[in-house]
């Protein structure tokens, strides 16, 4: 039987950091992942937006998350000598006079983030624009896909790394601790995407999975230093390859790419680049979102060894760190979770949900 204080299931931006900052501490945890080549982690875009929505309102705690998740990318690129972290900033072009009107608006009131396009045709050798364009900056571009594979790798290297499917009906729970296969833990916590949705201890939560879709497109000559965004948004990638997306369903059958949305994309392409492109893969994927938009952290009301890092939406590769953070801390009695993402806030429906 293998000791260890955590057992983390999943391996996606919320376990991998988890295992960051447990490691940091000096606890030991060991992860159990089966890779998902379409998890919501792998397929993310990796932007860090400060800006969001058509009324371009600041994101829930953005002047905290920014700085946090700029100095711990820098670190764990640091430690494994890599570099998963760009600072950029968006052009966004404005679709309609009225999108026009809102970025006005809200630079007078609140210019945070934003800066006026001063050259209008700045950008008129690539795109079709009719409206002028405004910038957002300073944005942050997570080379997420690099990071889980290089965090991988070395969690493979230390023998921290289980890879299996997670059967919920093979976990035992003792009165203070949890067992699963041949790994026995003070503790397990749940970074598992979409499939905490379906977790006996987890599923009353008010998760709202959603679909998302995006295309990787090869577009030469295009500046890749950049996103340029008009409804959807055009994130450097690779070498000549840039990520186009993404797409919001809240009803969806299935979890495969739609034919509706190449078309969509295809034309919106075709309308707005002026430059040949290629379309080189196509994917969806379910991301973890709840109803209220704040991320799912904590313990059991019922069950003090069962915990949970989740429901980050769109917004993982900037919550994901920090919250990872305030768990770890609690994990090591060392601090205490903001109350709008704490799962205490649900002590109520989950204390009256079966006692597992």
Known sequence: MKETEVLIVGQGLAGTWLSWWLYQAGISFKVIDQFDPDGASVRAAGLINPVTGRRMVTTWMI??????????????????????????????????????????????????????????????????????????????LIR???????????????????????????????????????????????????????????????????????????????????????GMSLVPWKDNVFWLGS?????????????????????????????????????????????ERRPFVGFHPLHPQIGILNGMGTKGCSLAPYFAKQLADQIAKKGIIDPPADIRRFERILSSALNH
Request: with cysteine; charged share 30%; net charge negative.
């Open 247 to 291: 797409s919001y369903e809240w009803s969806f059958a299935d979890d495969r790419p739609s034919e509706n949305f190449r078309k969509t994309a295809e034309i919106w392409l075709k309308v707005f680049l002026k430059l040949p492109f290629t379309v080189l893969d196509h994917f969806a994927a379910i991301r973890p979102a709840t109803l």
């Open 144 to 230: 997420a896909e690099k990071l889980l594979a290089v965090w991988r790798g070395w969690l493979k290297k230390n023998d921290l790394l289980k890879e299996s499917l997670f059967d919920y009906t093979k976990l035992v729970k003792e009165s203070d601790a949890v067992q699963f296969a041949d790994i026995h833990a003070r503790y397990i916590v749940f970074c598992d995407g979409r499939s905490s949705a379906q977790n006996p201890y987890f599923e009353k939560l008010p998760f709202a999975l959603n679909k998302g879709e995006a295309m990787l497109v090869e577009i030469k000559g295009l500046p890749k230093n950049q996103i340029f965004k008009k």
């Open 63 to 140: 002047d905290e998350l920014m700085p946090f998740a700029e100095d711990a990318y820098q670190g764990i690129g640091k430690f494994l000598n890599e570099s998963f972290f760009d600072k950029t900033s968006i052009v966004d072009f404005f679709p309609s006079v009225q999108m026009l009107q809102a970025f006005q608006k809200r630079l007078e009131e609140d210019p945070a983030y934003l800066f006026q396009g001063e050259d209008r045709d700045a950008y008129s050798d690539w795109f079709q624009y009719d409206f002028g364009w405004g910038s957002i900056q300073p944005c942050f």
